[in-house]
């Protein structure tokens, strides 16, 4: 029964899989979209499995496919040697290495990094021209690698691209003039986003010479340009300029919206600005700087440098023991930067201070943490405890850099000379086994259970679904249950929409129909979100079948499985649209005169792994104003019977039945049963225990104005929607369970009253903040004030944050499973 009913809804295109049960009879539009949602390491794997899947990798349109989706999780640190001084005697051990460091996916509440050693590269393997040299990074761009080499003895600058991943460098031709005798230099590599031509670009300032004073500036900048693949440098024709280069700032700048920066000094009043180039135009200019420190006291050293923030421009201040971090919230607008972190001595007793050099900052972690190197050190800033901690990785001098993977070879850029590093032996410890086998197998069957369960886990649920039917080998892997968490951990946030039949306008009557689930996929992007509801391949729940002649409402979603609530009757139900089954909870035996109000909470202990339905139930108030029971009972999945908890600290008030789930808690705004003033409650979900929960401070209520409440989630934070007529305010618990940490964040004022309360459903990367309200999807955009009306479907319905799963209801023993 449960193979006809996934037949009947899956998409037409996996059907012909039925007869090839291998990875060839996937299209190759399909190939491609699952090897390009996985890591770098695992491709490398795959590549291995046969020729096709090589050639597959190597293919532009899989490139460009894999490197949109490459996380910006990986980062390179470039280890640089340690230098001795003796008297001017230089000695360098080596040239470095640069080293992959990497933050685990699955840590979004704090950062943990580790060193991976798959993609090390040794810089001892380039062909240098010059020994005693140093190895410097100029940036990274796509997946490639721009690094300097300086020699201190003979002041030049060779260049050089190379991508860890496919273990290719270039040098490109020596630069003239040489570095001795300027009086600043800078680099810089970008992309053209008109071209896509991938350039590197130097301008340096060469003194006045003979007889004119040492502090005069020349009149011109002097710049080339190397373009990769046509073999030489070109020479810009000096123009002049506003600016002057600084020697004693970074000589390389970051890559942001088409134009490289760098720190350097305005000409008119010599004080510290941003100078930029287009990789489009060709042209200098200066660009918006944040507004000018204070006074340098005496003997205070200032030392700055320029990064990119959470997809941010942003400028690092260093004052002798304080830093300072600016961030340029809209790209180009000087009233944008706003000073984001200061950085106190106070809080870094374990570094060195004064800082005498620049803090280079390297990238946001996904917890909030500044990843920096500090002292040549790697440390790791937390705003939220005001912390600075050396992650005590290396032991040598450092710098680093942002990095994102990709398969970009360098042997497309033609006219160019391309060496491999060597040795070549990166894979040899991580492939043996493959190669070593006595019959290599070219399919997918011939990787190892746990890579091919890392490949699937990463893919959309619609994919996997296609999978299952390559083979039983894959189709019992989806159902493991170690496959099952993985995939969960990994599983992108989307909507379920349930869509109810409009009500008659005529005769006010609500139709029993329970409606349809419908999901909405979400590719939420820093700059831009799209909603996709794909009604060709959708994984619709049409819950008539199973649900007749009944109003359904939707209390929350936990994992994948969302619960339902049939209120006229008040039967529960607990259902997965990807697995396509429902369970149906055992109804409880009373009179519906018996009660008055009723909400439900839905989650998952954080102790035991167990699934929980709590209900609170209250009767007929009576004349003292008190309701006559009011009681609430728990319901384990997998044990097939309630038990009761007895009564509860509060009262029922409003029309609010569901209850929402955050950290280990579902929480419900109640009435407290002294003073009937509004209150949050919780109930601890390992403990079983009802307590009042810290809410905002109260807003006065004027005259006949409306009042109504929802809670939320808001970046991960617990929130309060409080809609007084046409006027929504929300608050946020920035630090959880501490009272004065309660925020007003967002206002917005409505053209219409509301008298429903609003359902906040995710607040995407943009800022822009999805709900329903008015029986509609619509999306809030702080920035503008404006709300849209997304018109993705008919009005009537509702709407909550889903993460697809593919647990099974039929894991939970004791429990009636039907199928969609």
């Not at 340096?204 to 004119?212: E, L, R």
Request: hydrophobic share 40%; glycine share 6%.
């Amino acid at each position: 029964m449960a193979e006809e009913s996934m037949a009947d809804f899956l998409p037409h295109l996996c059907l012909r899989t039925l007869m090839d049960p291998s990875m060839e009879a996937l299209p190759v539009e399909l190939t491609i979209d699952i090897l390009s949602r996985l890591p770098v390491k695992t491709i490398i794997h795959c590549k291995l499995v046969c020729k096709k899947w090589r050639s597959l990798v190597l293919d532009s349109s899989f490139v460009n496919l894999h490197l949109s989706k490459s996380p910006l999780t990986a980062f390179v640190i470039h280890h640089k040697p340690r230098v001795c001084t003796n008297a001017n005697l230089i000695v360098l051990n080596d040239r470095g290495t640069l080293n992959w460091v990497v933050e685990k996916e699955d840590k979004v509440d704090h950062h943990h990094l580790y060193h991976d050693r798959f993609l090390t590269f040794d810089l001892n393997s380039l062909f240098l021209n010059i020994r005693n040299t140093l190895m410097l990074q100029v940036g990274s761009v796509n997946g490639l690698i721009c690094l300097g080499q300086f020699s201190l003895k003979a002041n030049v600058y060779d260049t050089y691209i190379c991508n860890p991943v496919t273990r290719e460098y270039m040098i490109l031709p020596t630069q003239s003039p040489q570095t001795d005798g300027l009086l600043g230099v800078v680099y810089g590599f970008g992309v053209s986003s008109l071209t896509g031509e991938y350039k590197v670009v130097r301008a340096f300032q060469a003194k006045k010479k003979y007889g004119v004073k040492h502090t005069d500036q020349p009149s011109v900048l002097e710049a080339e340009v190397y373009t990769l693949g046509t073999g030489r440098w070109r020479s810009l024709v000096p123009v002049p300029v506003t600016y002057w280069l600084n020697k004693f700032y970074q000589f390389y700048g970051p890559f942001l919206n088409n134009h490289c920066h760098w720190i350097v000094s305005d000409r008119k009043d010599v004080h510290d600005t941003i100078g930029t180039f287009d990789l489009d135009k060709e042209t200098f200019q200066l660009f918006p700087s944040p507004p000018p420190s204070e006074a340098i006291e005496e003997n205070n050293f200032h030392r700055q440098s320029l990064a990119i923030l959470n997809g941010c421009l942003c400028k690092l201040d260093t004052y002798h023991s304080e830093l300072t971090i600016w961030v340029m919230k809209e790209y180009g607008i000087k009233n944008s930067w706003h000073k984001e972190v200061v950085i106190k001595r106070d809080i870094t007793v374990d570094l060195k201070w004064p800082s005498y050099k620049a803090v280079h900052l390297i990238m946001g972690l996904k917890d909030g943490s500044i990843l920096m190197v500090f002292e040549n050190k790697l440390c790791v800033f937390d705003p939220h405890s005001d912390t600075i901690e050396d992650t005590k990785m290396f032991d040598h001098y450092l710098s680093g850099f942002a990095y994102r993977p990709s398969f970009l070879k360098l042997q497309n850029f033609k006219s160019e000379r391309r060496y491999l590093s060597y040795p070549e032996t990166y894979l040899i410890n991580l492939i043996s086994t493959t190669l070593t086998r006595p019959s290599i197998n070219p399919s997918m069957e011939g990787l190892p259970a746990e890579l091919t369960m890392d490949i699937l886990s990463r893919l959309p649920a619609k994919t996997i679904i296609h999978c299952k039917l390559v083979g039983k080998k894959w189709r019992n892997l989806v159902s493991d249950s170690s496959f099952v968490d993985l995939h969960l951990s990994r599983s992108p946030t989307g909507i379920i929409i349930h869509q109810s039949p409009p009500m008659n306008m005529t005769d006010w009557n609500i139709p029993n129909d329970p409606g349809v689930l419908k999901w909405v996929e979400m590719e939420d992007k820093a700059h831009h979100y799209l909603l996709h509801y794909d009604s060709l391949m959708s994984l619709d729940v049409n819950l008539v079948p199973v649900l007749q002649n009944s109003r359904i409402l939707n209390i929350g979603s936990v994992n994948g499985l969302i619960f339902l609530w049939q209120h006229k009757h008040d039967n529960t139900y607990i259902c997965n649209p990807v697995t396509r089954e429902i369970l149906i909870l055992p109804g409880l035996h009373y009179h519906k005169q018996d009660y008055g109000r009723i909400i439900y909470g839905f989650g998952v202990s954080s102790l035991t792994g167990e699934y929980k339905v709590v209900r609170t139930f209250q009767g007929s108030v009576l004349s003292n104003g008190r309701p006559s029971v009011i009681e609430a009972q728990v319901y384990t999945l997998g044990t097939g019977h309630w038990r009761s908890l007895g009564g509860v600290p509060y009262q029922l008030n409003g029309f609010r039945f569901c209850g929402l789930f955050l950290n280990n808690h579902c929480r419900w705004i109640v009435s407290d049963q002294e003073d009937a003033s509004k209150k949050l409650c919780t109930f601890d979900l390992d403990k079983e225990t009802f307590q009042f929960f810290p809410s905002p401070p109260p807003e006065a209520i004027q005259g006949n104005q409306s009042h109504r409440q929802s809670l939320a989630v808001l970046k991960g934070c617990l929130c309060i929607l409080d809609t007084y007529d046409s006027e929504v305010m929300i608050w946020v618990m920035k630090e959880y369970g501490i009272k004065n940490s309660w925020h007003k964040e967002v206002v917005m004022t409505l053209e219409w009253p509301l008298f429903k309360p609003i359902r906040l459903i995710e607040v995407l990367k943009d800022g822009s903040i999805l709900m329903v309200f008015g029986k509609k999807l619509r999306v809030f955009n702080p920035r503008s004030e404006t709300i849209n009306d997304t018109k993705m479907f008919d009005p009537d319905l509702s709407g909550l944050a889903y993460r697809p799963s593919f647990l099974k209801l039929q894991n939970f023993e004791s429990e009636r499973i039907d199928m969609f």
